[in-house]
């Protein structure tokens, strides 16, 4: 490889010397002519995602994440004195970059995590972006250019780090050195501490159950973590930047909860297997290009898994073996069926489905008979299956924002439901079979035809002060 060459730029940058980059939405990418695949092979890595792969940034790790971090806080103060001009607060944003060895930026595709966006707001948000990248060249200079990719909120910038207080915690790097009774601390909140490896220090409490890593700039997960520490149950690696193959764990049967969201990892490390008894995965916020359940198999007591927002456009057919699951997060993906294995998740409880591209949903979900909640919002559904009348435990049901035009029909068949969102669908008519269902708390019925109207002087007004009678809320 050729020899990279690193050179900081100080002072101010003339934008007249920089050629203003194209900032487009990456759906759009096909009908520009421009592919990420065939720039993947003209920009390098800047830090290696997979095996046999070589970063830019390989021996200069830490130079490169304290640059993406100071970026990302100028970047934050930006939208900040910008607030004004952004046209939507709080939507979730990946960008891919490709940067030029000058360090100006070429390419950035966007994706939005949301469908409400207008046509006016993308634009507005584009053109937002642009601005901020050609005002914002990256600080170092290379010899080859490179690409990386970035997961941010726009709108919502950090608040300062509060330290998290309470007996047996330690929230600072100085006083886990200073503190002469490490025998007494439970938790170490090493959260926002920039850190770009996991300091030694962690090492000195013998108690320890708790180890929150989240929102630093870590790279690698050294297996003497667990295996020095025998008492830890619970660990947060939340937004760090771990790619493939730098997450090892030896086999052991104390760590319970592990948090893996908002890294760089493609698939779910395969050592993940050895937590014996792992109860609660989150694997949420990153790119699973090939999502298996082989790493799970050994996993006896798994419930808990968070595979929110992880690109997934299938879920394997053996996905059904995970049958101890009793909270599945699927959020965010772009899901159109389930696997009819899932009928074997007999203990499921939590089920969230919700901004995928359902049209329908499998019948084979009324096996699920322990089923409590059902999130599935932010689909294109327009009407159940039958197969929902068995599911006599069903608590919450939230089927806003699809395409029912009349209230599904098993509705009747549902006595444990409480709560109901059918917001933003095209509905007609109201569900008059809510009458008879004796636990219904609240109805959620806003944006839908049949509200637009003035309800408590219309056909269904004798309906809903029947509802509001059985101490039922009606939200239109």
């Known amino acids: 490889m050729k020899k990279l060459v690193l050179s900081t730029l100080f002072g101010l940058i003339w934008l007249t010397g920089w050629a203003q980059p194209r900032v487009v939405l990456l759906s759009d990418t096909a009908r520009l002519g421009v592919s ?120 919502n910038v950090p608040q300062p780090r509060k330290p998290r207080r309470g007996p047996g915690i330690i929230a600072t790097l100085e006083a886990a050195r200073k503190t002469d009774r490490p025998d007494t601390v439970k938790m170490l909140a090493f959260n926002q501490l920039d850190l770009t490896d996991i300091p030694d220090v962690v090492y000195r409490f013998s108690n320890l159950e708790e180890l929150d890593l989240s929102k630093n700039g870590l790279r690698y997960v050294p297996a003497e973590l667990t295996e020095r520490i025998p008492t830890l149950k619970r660990l947060s690696f939340l937004y760090n930047s771990l790619p493939n193959d ?12 592990l948090n893996l969201q908002g890294n760089r990892l493609t698939r779910i490390p395969q050592s993940v297997g050895n937590n014996r008894r792992l109860e609660s995965l989150w694997m949420g916020n990153n790119k699973l290009q090939a999502f298996t359940t082989k790493p799970l198999r050994r996993l006896r007591r798994l419930n808990d898994l968070n595979l929110y927002n992880t690109g997934l456009t299938q879920l394997p057919k053996n996905f059904g073996r995970l049958r101890r699951l009793n909270v599945l997060d699927l959020y965010y993906n772009k899901l159109t069926t389930l696997p009819r294995s899932m009928r074997r998740m007999k203990r499921l409880e939590q089920l969230a489905l919700a901004h995928n591209t359902f049209t329908a949903l499998p019948s084979t979900l009324g096996r699920l008979k322990r089923l409590q909640v059902l999130y599935a919002h932010h689909n294109r559904i327009s009407e159940l299956p039958e197969s929902f009348k068995t599911l006599k435990n069903l608590r919450v049901l939230d089927i806003g924002y699809n395409w029912f035009t009349v209230p599904p029909a098993v509705l009747a068949s549902l006595p444990s439901l409480e709560e109901l969102d059918m917001s933003n669908n095209n509905l007609q008519e109201l569900p008059i079979a809510l ?11 806003r944006a839908n035809p049949l509200s637009q109207r003035d309800a408590r002087s219309g056909p269904y007004a004798q309906l809903i002060k029947q509802l509001e009678a059985n101490q039922t809320e009606v939200f239109y």
């Open 36 to 155: 990420p695949a065939t720039l993947a092979k003209t920009y390098p890595p800047a830090l290696a995602t997979r095996s046999g792969e070589t970063g830019v940034f390989e021996r200069h790790g830490k130079r490169f994440m304290d640059s993406t971090h100071a970026s990302m806080m100028r970047f934050f103060k930006f939208m900040e004195t910008n607030r004004k001009r952004l046209p939507a607060k709080g939507v979730f944003l990946n960008v891919q970059e490709f940067i030029k060895p000058d360090g100006s930026y070429d390419w950035v595709f966007c994706r939005f995590e949301t469908d409400t966006l207008t046509d006016a707001q993308n634009t507005a948000l584009l053109t937002f972006l642009t601005d901020w990248y050609t005002q914002h060249p990256f600080p170092i200079r290379t010899t080859t250019g490179f690409r990386t990719s970035n997961f941010t909120q726009i709108g």
């Open 246 to 257: 730098s997450v090892f764990f030896p086999k052991n049967n104390h760590l319970i909860a």
């Open 435 to 445: 009458s008879s269902l004796k636990s219904l708390k609240k109805v959620y019925l």
